[in-house]
């Protein structure tokens, strides 16, 4: 009678240890399948977000880079005029589309000279010299000064001219 049986069946301790280790194996594949499956999701959609990121990028350089200008058009004006063609104060948009329209209310349309002398270096005559000139033109040229985006910028119905100096030449011809 000598040898012992050596019990072949497992303990409760070792089920519970071998349950654990093949719980721990599906959980690390279960990571490592979510982990695939988000690097798909990512790669996917990654070129959408790439170009909507460029999109939105892009068109807040396109607004922030345009240039402020005066208006062209007579859409959105007023009937209302400004106090005298040569004035010290900026003329409102809306006013200056219906000068645009025709002059003083009435007449041939409008054509306003604007500058900006805080913006850019103007010399000293420079004023005076458009003042002379707006003068030749009393029934429908305007002179005031702006903020808008040019040293001296022409407009007249559907035209705008910008210039950097006094070219009383190319004032004329746009006018006439």
Same mark, same amino acid.
């Given at each position: ?6 019990? %072949? ?39 959408? &977000?790439?170009? %909507? ?8 350089? @396109? ?8 208006? %062209? ?32 209310? $009435? ?18 005559? @420079?004023?005076? $010299? ?10 429908? &040229? ?23 100096? @006094? ?10």
């Amino acid at each position: 009678m000598g040898k012992s049986k050596k019990n %072949t069946q497992p303990t409760n301790q070792t089920l519970g240890a071998e349950k654990k280790q093949k719980e721990q194996g599906k959980n690390n594949g279960n990571i490592k399948e979510r982990l695939y499956q988000n690097y798909k999701i990512i790669v996917r959609y990654f070129p959408y &977000v790439l170009l %909507t990121a460029i999109v939105v990028i892009g068109l807040g350089w @396109f607004i922030s880079a345009r240039p402020h200008l005066p208006p %062209t058009t007579m859409q959105k004006h007023i009937e209302s005029s400004p106090s005298a063609h040569i004035i010290s104060k900026p003329i409102p948009d809306s006013i200056q589309r219906h000068m645009l329209e025709h002059a003083d209310g $009435k007449g041939k349309p409008g054509v306003i000279m604007q500058y900006n002398c805080q913006k850019f270096t103007c010399e000293s005559d @420079f004023i005076q $010299k458009l003042a002379s000139l707006a003068a030749q033109y009393p029934d429908n &040229v305007y002179l005031a000064p702006n903020s808008y985006d040019g040293k001296l910028i022409l407009t007249k119905n559907g035209s705008l001219k910008i210039l950097e100096n @006094f070219d009383e030449q190319a004032i004329k011809d746009f006018i006439e």
